[in-house]
């Protein structure tokens, strides 16, 4: 019988070495510097310690070949009610999964054969990142079981499971979840598109006296006919103003999704590869470097971007656009995000077109706008494309530049390269450039 008490004196043997511990900033270590939040936030110190006295009891118990500690307690995530995630792996144990009570917390037990993860090392080695039609993509269940397994610490069998953790390529895990993050934001942006083309609003606003304006005693903007940024995700008219008001609701989900999804971009960019999305605050205060706006993003992440309060939709699209790209350049390359130099959009006339979203592969970037069309492009040519965030064209060339050495992908970007890019993709419409504003 596993107890607390007898969990928690199991989980301070240390004499015998069997540890891969995983504190916050080893978690989140990969790509980052002094610039990055790491290390920073609370762990549940006394949780862990008595879910490495428990799987090493069950480890015991079992006769298996090694025990690990998983999920948010082990990444430096869990708090008072995390459940305790242990995987037991042997030779000829049966895959199965079960669930025992220890106090107030629930403990996940997950029994792993040692051949499934052997294949599942080799699934995620050839897992083809090059977009081709015939490529072989990694399923979302084995990138999550790898990365939970690469992030664990092993609480009994370190020489038994070191090897085949060994065989879980970190680089190939970030980008595998960069990507995994990228298609879960567009698909939200898909639909979000979905929601505000133009057959799904209304190409007018509310007459005066629909009981929507100020004068009738309603917040402005509020009530069934919400107004909504078309253009940002279908290049419709501004002026329009939701139909329904389920769809109105709908389409702030798909927008909070795909900004929810952004930021675990930009925190797997940054090597922190839980793959919780709750914890994405929590994961962005400790990762993401000093100048990314968290407070801006949780705040757009909890507001109305319908309602009287000067947000919308454009501003939650904005900035998914820019830590998606963030993640899908320098994070791809594995540049520290403490390169880039403009997280919110400046005031100059270089601006990226709204409802561009990139997709990243082997040797291209592909930036797609839902429901209309795609580029293809460099990666040197999608690094000056995210760099033109209402800057002038000063500017955009000397953040380039200055990134040159950061990647091989970018070692061609000299000042005259950087000036003819900024013309093409001007002319194709990726860059917007007006006047300054004041």
Same mark, same amino acid.
């Given at each position: 019988m596993v107890t607390p008490r007898a969990a928690a004196s199991a989980g301070q043997d240390e004499g015998s070495g069997e540890s891969r511990a995983v504190t916050p900033r080893a978690a989140a270590s990969a790509g980052q510097d002094e610039g990055s939040r790491a290390g920073r936030g609370p762990v549940d110190s006394d949780g862990l310690l008595t879910a490495r006295g428990v799987a090493r009891q069950l480890a015991a118990a079992q006769g298996t070949g090694a025990a690990l500690v998983a999920g948010g307690l082990a990444a430096g995530l869990g708090n008072a009610a995390s459940d305790i995630d242990i995987y037991l792996v042997g030779e000829h144990l049966p895959r199965a999964r079960r669930q025992l009570a220890l106090g107030h917390r629930t403990v996940d037990v997950h029994q792993l054969p040692r051949g499934e993860l052997d294949a599942l090392a080799r699934r995620v080695l050839d897992a083809d990142l090059t977009g081709a039609p015939d490529s072989t993509p990694v399923t979302d269940a084995d990138l999550i079981l790898a990365t939970r397994l690469c992030c664990a610490q092993v609480a009994a069998g370190h020489g038994y499971i070191a090897p085949l953790l060994e065989t879980l390529p970190e680089g190939k895990l970030r980008r595998l979840t960069i990507d995994r993050w990228l298609a879960a934001a567009f698909t939200a942006l898909q639909d979000l598109a979905g929601f505000t083309a133009l057959g799904d609003l209304r190409a007018q606003r509310p007459p005066p006296d629909s009981g929507t304006s100020k004068g009738a005693g309603s917040p402005a903007g509020s009530g069934p006919h919400r107004r909504a940024d078309a253009a940002i995700a279908s290049g419709g008219s501004t002026d329009a103003a939701f139909d329904r008001e389920p769809d109105a609701s709908a389409a702030v989900l798909c927008a909070r999704s795909a900004l929810l999804a952004s930021g675990k971009a930009v925190a797997a960019a940054c090597g922190?590869?839980?793959?919780?999305?709750?914890?994405?605050?929590?994961?962005?205060?400790?990762?993401?470097?000093?100048?990314?706006?968290?407070?801006?993003? @949780?705040?757009?992440?909890?507001?109305?971007?319908?309602?009287?309060?000067?947000?919308?939709? @454009?501003?939650?699209?904005?900035?998914?656009?820019?830590?998606?790209?963030?993640?899908?350049?320098?994070?791809?390359?594995?540049?520290?995000?403490?390169?880039?130099?403009?997280?919110?959009?400046?005031?100059?006339?270089?601006?990226? @077109?709204?409802?561009?979203?990139?997709? @990243?592969?082997?040797?291209t970037l592909v930036a797609a706008a839902p429901m209309r069309r795609s580029v293809r492009m460099r990666p040197d040519v999608a690094l000056v494309w995210g760099l033109c965030a209402g800057s002038a064209q000063d500017e955009v060339v000397w953040a380039a530049t200055g990134l040159r050495a950061s990647a091989p992908a970018y070692a061609g970007l000299t000042e005259r390269r950087c000036r003819a890019v900024i013309a093409r993709l001007t002319a194709s419409g990726l860059v917007l450039d007006g006047q300054s504003v004041a």
């Open positions: 922190d590869l839980h793959d919780g999305g709750k914890w994405v605050f929590r994961q962005l205060e400790r990762s993401a470097p000093d100048r990314f706006p968290l407070a801006e993003f @949780a705040d757009l992440i909890r507001c109305d971007p319908l309602g009287a309060g000067g947000r919308s939709i @454009a501003d939650l699209a904005a900035l998914a656009q820019t830590c998606l790209i963030t993640a899908a350049t320098l994070g791809w390359q594995s540049v520290p995000l403490s390169g880039w130099p403009a997280w919110t959009v400046g005031d100059g006339p270089l601006r990226r @077109a709204p409802g561009f979203y990139p997709r @990243a592969y082997e040797q």
